[in-house]
């Protein structure tokens, strides 16, 4: 595609429900990242893919976050148990080398969690 | 381990007068430095970068930073703010990381305003 594209670009849930992000990158980029961006704040670290492996997952929060990427294209992320603290966008970002010489953004998921 | 910290979570200038946007950042490797702007509910889009070669990197929008490795600094300007270079502008930092891969880590943000 054209650019990084998220899905959905909003999502409500419940306290305690399990919620999917997913993010198709552009196609052939090798890394890709997720943050987490709470309201005004900056961009923080959640995980790092090359290729199918995940190289870094030391930014999820807790055990209740889960991301995939298994061929290497599309990767979905996964919160289980969702609380009201997980609220905010959730960035997805793609680079076509294992360098990250530039980052593509998607346009983030909205997360609200009530 | 790398880190970026921006000075100043706000910064107000006039239009035409100079931006100047700071930021600092550690790391223990030979970092590549970027700056990023964020408008409202928009995703994020790359100003500028640098990674080797010249210090002083132009970019988008007529902006420009320089790599000053002796004060660890990467500080963003534009001789000349327009009403809309309002925004939330973000520094990076990518470095190899212990796991084998290059983490890019992001500041807490700058939020420009310009007033007419």
């Known amino acids: 595609g054209a650019g990084v594209s998220q899905s959905p670009r909003y999502k409500v849930a419940k306290r305690g429900q399990d919620v999917a992000l997913r993010c198709d990158p552009i196609?052939?980029?090798?890394?890709l990242f997720w943050y987490q961006q709470a309201l005004g704040q900056g961009p923080e670290f959640l995980t790092y893919?090359?290729?199918?492996?995940?190289?870094?997952k030391s930014g999820l929060p807790s055990d209740r976050f889960f991301a995939e990427r298994p061929e290497g294209s599309v990767s979905t992320l996964k919160i289980q148990r969702t609380q009201q603290e997980d609220s905010a966008v959730y960035l997805c970002?793609?680079?076509?080398?294992?360098?990250?010489?530039?980052?593509?953004f998607g346009q983030g998921t909205r997360l609200t969690v009530v | 381990a790398q880190s970026v910290t921006q000075l100043g979570s706000h910064v107000s200038v006039s239009e035409g007068a100079l931006v100047l946007l700071r930021c600092n950042y550690s790391?223990?490797?030979?970092?590549?430095l970027f700056w990023y702007v964020q408008y409202p509910n928009q995703g994020l889009q790359l100003l500028l970068k640098?990674?080797?070669?010249?210090?002083l990197v132009k970019g988008i929008n007529g902006f420009e930073a320089e790599f000053k490795k002796s004060e660890t600094s990467f500080h963003l300007t534009k001789p000349s703010a327009h009403m809309s270079d309002a925004a939330e502008y973000f520094c990076a930092v990518s470095a190899l990381s212990n796991t084998g891969g290059f983490k890019t880590i992001f500041g807490a943000g700058t939020r420009l305003f310009v007033k007419a």
């Open positions: 196609s052939g980029h090798v890394s």
């Open positions: 893919f090359q290729n199918e492996a995940q190289l870094d």
């Open positions: 790391s223990s490797v030979p970092p590549y």
């Open positions: 640098y990674t080797t070669g010249a210090t």
């Open positions: 970002a793609s680079s076509r080398d294992r360098l990250n010489t530039e980052a593509f």
